[in-house]
């Protein structure tokens, strides 16, 4: 029986172990370089000739060079690599399979414009992550099948590579790994036996107690059992996993004779299909065609190309009487054109360094159009942040922005905040001919940087000076206003000069609203102005004449006080009474009759108006610009007495 048992344990340990292949499928441009962990296959080139492939193998030890035929394959190590179809274009395409070992953990995988990085594997689950070109995703793979972008991936886990015997002093080869069952002891803790084996894996020497599982050189060693001193039963996994990927092109797929298929940015129609050719169009997405020819169907062929998209043709078949046609349709989306490769319009946006909360300040847009042909119907569209509102109008619409052509805007804006703040940026809408528009005319959109700028707060300070003179009933008083901008803000304010009820006034630029005089005006910051007028009494008396300035909610205030006494009372009765006096009538004439003041076409009238016609008249609202006069009550009187008589 021990004998039998022997025979059985030696023949275990002639079988030969074979390590179950990963597999890479699919489509793959050349010149390109395939690389697992630290072996690389490098595609150098296609011949025209034949469509077989010049290959380069390296690893850290060693390199080969070979020659792959079209529906061949060639063998070096562990990798075997074989060709099905090459089409040809500006460089070439060929479908591959490649068998390789696994992927260890913490290894990486490149092919293409893709990248496979197995980060963490246990039997249950794998961490992985995905990359093409600058996208990357991370997967948790716990079976199934992985799709991203044009890329399949299926794996199985911590795989088997090794369950069995090995005889004590003879290394034993799996895969890249040899393992020696070099010597055991038995050791006594706690009155437990412990036995204790030393493996050598590669070159370096391991120790581990039967039943435990050892970790070391990517290996997960399960140690099973001792069969005497001579023979060691153990399981081996892998820290890694097969991998099964599929990478496909846009498209691949049988289309039928009058086919139509959009493919990204074109149609493709199968116009007629031959023996051993078909005649294929290349559209753009309304129909116009941009290309069409005749393409070879075959293992090896060459495919029509325009801007990005190209056409080939593997088989052909017929089914029900309808022919159709294997298309292959490589995508390369960097030579599609874009309207961005036609039109181009640099847009620039400057702004001051610093600005004082509610100033206006000028900022400039400056438009140049450095691409290769004209921009029509441009759009201007300031992108601003809400506290800045724009108080100037500007072009919001330019018919044509020639090529060469640079354009400036002005866009004049006021902040309701300060501090470090975003201004914003400008945006623009253009039109420019593009071959895959259905006009004709394609929309492309550029924008400026995002500008930022500091504002300093607003600190309005405004002086108010009031000078007057003492007058008499009827006599005009001279009233000067000088208002001084002491603060930091160049911005409009409201002036309101309040006066007693008995006061008619001629001032110019004024609005009047009963007994208030109102306007507005703006000062820059260290400037001053003075406002004039004529104050014309009814009655005599002490008044108080207020002026006051409001500007950003701050109100500043300033009065004054004049004196008003009446007329000689005889020299204005001899004025009235005395009918032997040649002049009263001239004298009462200028009193009664009063200048109108009208302004028509930069033109200026005088014109008589009645008093009593005049009080009315000054009773109203008066816009600013228009001289007003506010006629004198007692005038009035007089001339009522004078009728009587």
């Known amino acids: 029986m021990r004998k039998v048992f022997f025979a059985v344990v030696i023949f275990l340990i002639s079988l030969p172990q074979t390590i179950a292949d990963s597999v890479f499928y699919g489509w793959v441009q050349i010149p390109t370089t395939i690389m697992i962990g630290s072996t690389q296959i490098m595609l150098k080139d296609i011949s025209g000739a ?3 492939i010049f290959v380069v193998f390296k690893d850290d030890k060693d390199s080969n060079i070979e020659i792959l035929p079209l529906s061949n394959y060639i063998h070096w190590e562990e990798y075997n690599l074989s060709s099905e179809y090459v089409l040809l274009n500006e460089k070439g395409y060929a479908k591959l399979k490649l068998n390789f070992p696994y992927l260890l953990e913490g290894e990486t995988m490149r092919f293409g414009d893709y990248k496979i990085y197995l980060k963490s594997v246990t039997k249950k689950q794998a961490q992985l992550e995905l990359s093409y070109k600058n996208i990357t995703k991370e997967f948790t793979y716990k079976g199934g099948e992985i799709n991203f ?4 991936l299926s794996l199985i886990l911590a795989p088997t590579i090794f369950d069995g015997y090995i005889s004590r002093g003879y290394p034993k080869k799996i895969g890249e790994w040899s393992i020696t069952f070099v010597s055991y002891n038995i050791t006594k803790e706690d009155g437990t036996l412990k036995e204790i084996v030393e493996l050598k894996i590669n070159k370096k020497t391991y120790w581990s107690e039967v039943g435990d599982v050892l970790d070391a050189e990517g290996l997960r060693i399960e140690i099973k059992d001792l069969v005497g001193s001579t023979y060691l039963r153990m399981e081996v996994e892998i820290k890694g996993a097969y991998l099964n990927i599929s990478l496909t092109p846009y498209f691949e797929s049988w289309l039928s004779e009058g086919k139509t298929t959009k493919i990204g940015s074109y149609i493709v129609k199968i116009e007629k299909i031959f023996s051993d050719q078909a005649y294929v169009s290349i559209k753009n997405p309304c129909g116009m065609p941009l290309k069409s020819g005749l393409v070879k169907i075959d293992k090896f062929s060459r495919m029509l190309s325009y801007d990005g998209i190209s056409v080939g043709f593997i088989e052909t078949k017929e089914e029900n009487g309808e022919k159709k046609v294997k298309t292959v349709i490589i995508i390369d989306n960097e030579k599609i054109p874009k309207i961005e490769d036609v039109a181009f319009l640099n847009v620039s946006y ?3 360094a610093k600005i004082t909360q509610y100033s206006t300040f000028e900022t400039k847009v400056i438009l140049e159009n450095t691409g290769k042909g004209d921009l029509r119907y441009v759009e201007i569209l300031p992108n601003l942040s809400k506290i800045f509102s724009i108080v100037n ?3 919001r619409y330019i018919p044509t922005i020639k090529r060469g052509e640079k354009i400036e805007l002005t866009l004049v804006l006021q902040s309701q905040a300060y501090g470090n703040l975003t201004v914003g940026n400008i945006r623009v ?3 420019a001919p593009y071959e895959l528009s259905c006009y004709g005319l394609g929309e492309v959109e550029f ?7 500091e504002i300093l707060k607003a600190e309005p300070n405004y002086s108010i ?15 000067n206003i000088t208002i001084a901008n002491l603060g930091n803000v160049d911005s409009p304010f409201d002036l309101t000069v309040a006066l007693p009820k008995e006061f008619g006034v001629v001032a110019e630029n004024f609005t009047i609203y009963g007994k208030w005089l109102h306007l507005r005006d703006t000062l820059k910051p260290g400037t001053s102005k003075t406002y004039k007028m004529f104050l014309i009494s009814t009655k005599e008396g002490q008044y108080e004449v207020e002026v006051l300035v409001k500007s950003f909610g701050k109100l500043f205030q300033k009065s004054t006080t004049l004196t008003v006494t009446s007329l000689v009372k005889e020299h204005t009765e001899n004025i009235l009474l005395n009918q032997n006096v040649t002049c009263t009538p001239k004298v009462i004439e200028r009193v009664v009759e009063v200048p109108k003041i009208i302004q028509q076409n930069n033109t200026v009238t005088v014109e008589a108006v009645s008093l009593k016609w005049k009080i009315v008249y000054g009773g109203g609202f008066f816009v600013g610009g228009v001289i007003f006069i506010l006629a004198l009550a007692w005038i009035a009187a007089k001339l009522e007495e004078r009728k009587e008589r």
């Open 50 to 52: 034949d469509g077989s």
């Open 149 to 152: 972008e044009d890329l399949k």
């Open 350 to 352: 400057e702004v001051p």
């Open 393 to 395: 109008d500007y072009p």
């Open 429 to 431: 809408l253009a039109h």
């Open 447 to 453: 924008s400026s940087e995002r500008k930022r700028v």
């Open 465 to 479: 000076d009031v000078k007057t003179l003492n007058g008499t009933v009827g006599s005009p008083i001279p009233l």
